[in-house]
């Protein structure tokens, strides 16, 4: 039998040989000779990115911010082998040169609440020009502002809290409740951090801009503690000091909101001990990122992380002495 050379074919040929034998039946009178024409003005604009699904007998939706750009992923992972970075990324087909993140806030309706997890950047653009999109998101997603009953904070950086209050000073939620750890809030909304030389400035003054004017409606949330119905906080600190995650319980079914635990869906779950560019205490973040993965890979909890490809949700396994991210197909078989 003659073996398959793969090196025989190539695009040119092959596009070569299609124009070929389209020749034939054009010449032989078999093709229409005109063509018709059916033009359309490209339109530049893309929908606003929800996704409905079911955790038990909550009703979940994903609604997107938007992406951030961070830069490079050298950049993002300094301790990190450049080779290692850089093979990892051409595998997955990713770019070289920037490492965009989807922001993926959460909302849940539990039949008794209307709960957001997390709530992007508002509209600055310190991390490119894409994000600040959650309001129309929600819209999109048949939800107004004004009837949240409650926003759950995963931790205070920028692309987690500064759309709780809008350019003008109002907030977009007035009628909820916020929820975040004390230590979290305590650190980036200290005073004396904005005299800081590097980010933290920055993002100590969005918090404060964001955070200040609810501080009578703040509840601290503790490690363990069922905040709302089926949803407890869990202590995962080291990408900031308080930072935490979700466990979503609902008639036997639970899933995992991550938050910032996890960025990168392929960097860090094949190297979870590289250290963030942005964590607080890389050495604490690598610590919590190994606990989690290996809490999550033998419960197989269905993982929703803030980062991840929209709409983020999908599974860890183990791979050798790491792990892989398997992300769930988007079920549109619901409604």
């Not at 359309?40 to 911010?65: C, H, M, N």
Request: hydrophobic share 40%; charged share 20%.
């Amino acid at each position: 039998m003659t073996s398959f050379n793969r090196n025989v074919f190539s695009r040119r040929g092959f596009l070569g040989g299609a124009a070929a034998s389209l020749a034939l039946p054009a010449a032989a009178g078999l093709l229409p000779t005109g063509r018709a024409h059916a033009a359309a003005p490209l339109l530049g604009t893309q929908v606003p990115a929800w996704y409905r699904f079911k955790i038990g007998d909550y009703e979940a939706t994903v609604v997107s911010d938007g992406p951030i750009i961070l830069g490079s992923p050298q950049d993002q992972f300094p301790s990190a082998d450049p080779a290692v970075v850089a093979n990892l990324v051409k595998g997955d087909f990713l770019p070289a040169d920037n490492t965009p993140l989807e922001q993926n806030c959460l909302v849940l309706n539990t039949g008794d609440k209307l709960v957001l997890i997390d709530t992007g950047m508002g509209s600055d653009q310190m991390f490119g020009p894409y994000s600040g999109r959650l309001m129309k998101s929600l819209a999109a997603a048949g939800f107004k502002g004004e009837q949240f009953d409650a926003v759950v904070l995963t931790h205070a950086h920028c692309d987690h809290c500064w759309g709780i209050m809008d350019d003008d000073g109002n907030r977009n939620f007035p009628n909820a409740q916020v929820y975040i750890s004390q230590a979290d809030f305590d650190f980036w909304t200290d005073e004396a951090k904005l005299g800081a030389n590097d980010f933290v400035k920055d993002f100590v003054a969005g918090a404060r801009r964001n955070l200040l004017p609810n501080q009578d409606r703040l509840i601290y949330v503790k490690d363990g503690d069922e905040i709302l119905p089926g949803i407890q906080a869990i202590a995962s600190p080291g990408h900031t000091v308080g930072h935490t995650s979700y466990l979503i319980t609902s008639n036997g079914e639970t899933a995992l909101f991550v938050g910032d635990v996890v960025h990168h869906y392929k960097l860090l779950f094949e190297n979870p001990a590289w250290e963030f560019a942005f964590d607080s205490d890389p050495a604490q973040a690598a610590q919590t990122r190994l606990r989690v993965f290996d809490m999550a890979s033998k419960d197989e909890l269905p993982l929703i992380g803030y980062h991840f490809p929209f709409p983020g949700i999908g599974y860890i396994a183990p791979q050798g002495n790491a792990y892989r991210y398997v992300p769930r197909p988007m079920d549109f078989t619901f409604g």
